[in-house]
């Protein structure tokens, strides 16, 4: 496959997950309403999805070590698209949320086996660019995504927006479909092994301190996933169509900021950039503690200073964290989105209680997070020889 088909490819799949949430995050007030729940029990078909996103992704690394990254990827997606349906013909939230679980299950694939596909097809530098380009086009998902979920609560009802991502599932199964084989040796493993891989992964110290730390930094977007409809919707009474425009605001923020990694990291090292990012982090977290409760836009802006910045250091962050590793690629891929999710469920769960402003909820995280990965990195650059060797 050609670069652009291969970024192409890995696109769609890395796009999962946006496209399996906030499509549907417009939905939310009004399944509410329908069902008669409260928010924290509607929440659950997020919070839940991403627990068993998270606990999928520990299986399909390892086991695509064995088997080969293409026929999961098949399967996969199509238990995606089977469980999309479902979930547009679901009588209620209980069905809703299982359905969920379900769909969870599928996505996991394609967003776990997509870093390990450029792994096993990029070098270190090649693949920097690659995430950089990758990070740009993707972020068009979570930005298109809650404004085509409006407009079909405008035009049609929510059940058209499942049947929309099980669409996307079959463009993304028919792409995998045409794709050759991208691991050139397998390594065949039983559940002892895989176990084992786990293990030796669990053991490197660097590998884990900075994944653990990358997680963390991505709980503001995870709060904001979860709480935003509350926010926009509910606190500030907008509709949805203006609730899509304002979320699909931050995902243009993503975009500018992984445009903007892909941009400079050709003429400079990463790391100035990464601290450059996390000091905008707590910058933007700082403005939305200040004025975000005094009106949308003003919370929009906070959000945007947030997101851009972690759209400008998550490609960095993802292949610092991928080139601790030489052995059990897909594993540590695995591992490293994994921890991802842990850390945004947790998020989900945590901007879902009954807070007074969820708007503080999400400052405090987002200016935590850039002064804890600001500070560790800077620690770490002084204490392990060579751990930024790939952003320097």
């Not at 403005?287 to 005094?294: A, D, E, L, N, R």
């Not at 919370?299 to 590793?325: D, H, K, W």
Request: hydrophobic content about 60%; charged content about 10%; glycine content about 8%.
């Amino acid at each position: 496959m050609t670069y652009l088909r291969t970024l192409l490819l890995l696109a769609l799949l890395a796009a999962f997950p946006p496209m399996s949430t906030d499509m549907y995050l417009p939905a939310l007030p009004m399944l509410q309403a329908i069902w008669g729940v409260d928010l924290a029990t509607i929440n659950l078909t997020l919070v839940l999805f991403f627990v068993a996103f998270s606990v999928a992704l520990l299986a399909y690394g390892p086991i695509s070590d064995s088997y080969g990254r293409r026929p999961l990827l098949m399967i996969g997606i199509a238990v995606f698209v089977t469980a999309s349906l479902l979930c547009g013909m679901a009588p209620g939230v209980e069905y809703l949320i299982a359905f969920r679980i379900l769909q969870a299950f599928g996505a996991a694939s394609a967003s776990a086996l997509s870093m390990a596909i450029a792994k096993d097809l990029f070098l270190a530098r090649e693949r920097q660019q690659l995430l950089a380009h990758l990070g740009v086009i993707v972020a068009l998902a979570p930005m298109l995504a809650p404004v085509v979920g409006g407009w079909m609560l405008k035009w049609l009802n929510w059940h058209w927006i499942f049947f929309i991502q099980a669409l996307w599932g079959v463009i993304a199964w028919i792409g995998v479909l045409r794709m050759r084989e991208p691991l050139q040796k397998k390594v065949p493993a039983s559940i002892g092994q895989i176990m084992g891989r786990y293990v030796r992964l669990f053991k490197n110290r660097r590998f884990m301190t900075l994944n653990t730390l990358m997680a963390l930094s991505m709980m503001p977007v995870f709060a904001f996933i979860a709480g935003s409809p509350s926010i926009y919707m509910t606190h500030f009474h907008l509709d949805p169509q203006w609730f899509g425009l304002l979320f699909g605001s931050n995902a243009l923020a993503l975009m500018a900021g992984a445009y903007t990694c892909s941009r400079l990291t050709r003429r400079m090292p990463g790391w100035p950039l990464m601290r450059a990012g996390f000091v905008g982090m707590s910058l933007g977290g700082l403005v939305i503690w200040i004025v975000g409760s005094s009106g949308p836009l003003r919370f929009a802006a906070g959000m945007f200073v947030v997101t851009y910045c972690i759209g400008m250091t998550r490609p960095l962050s993802n292949n610092l964290v991928l080139e601790q590793v030489d052995e059990d690629v897909g594993t540590a891929s695995s591992l490293l989105i994994f921890l991802y999710f842990v850390a945004g469920a947790g998020a989900m769960a945590l901007i879902s209680m009954n807070w007074p402003d969820r708007m503080r909820v999400i400052a405090v995280l987002a200016a935590g997070s850039g002064v804890l990965m600001l500070s560790a990195l800077l620690w770490m650059a002084h204490h392990w020889k060579g751990v930024l060797k790939a952003v320097q």
